[in-house]
């Protein structure tokens, strides 16, 4: 199926979770933050969200500073 990432197309295997994606990234996947078609998706609830096809996948990484 296809979803993109960050813009870009992408195939993906049917019924993939998010989880799976983002160990298929770079950076490291722990420092990623996600969101499935706008809205975020903590790192605890990857597993459980389903990928579809369509879906829009945005990584960003978390800035922080004062």
């Keep these: 199926m296809t979803i993109t990432v960050n813009g870009e ?3 993906v295997p049917a019924g993939s979770s998010l989880e ?4 298929c990234l770079t950076p ?3 420092t990623l933050a ?3 078609n706008q809205q975020f998706i903590a790192r605890e609830a990857r597993a459980a969200c389903a990928l579809r096809e369509g879906d829009a996948v945005f990584t960003f990484q978390a800035i922080t500073g004062g």
């Design 28 to 30: 490291a996947p722990q």
């Design 9 to 11: 197309p992408r195939e």
């Design 20 to 23: 799976q994606l983002v160990a």
């Design 34 to 36: 996600t969101a499935v």
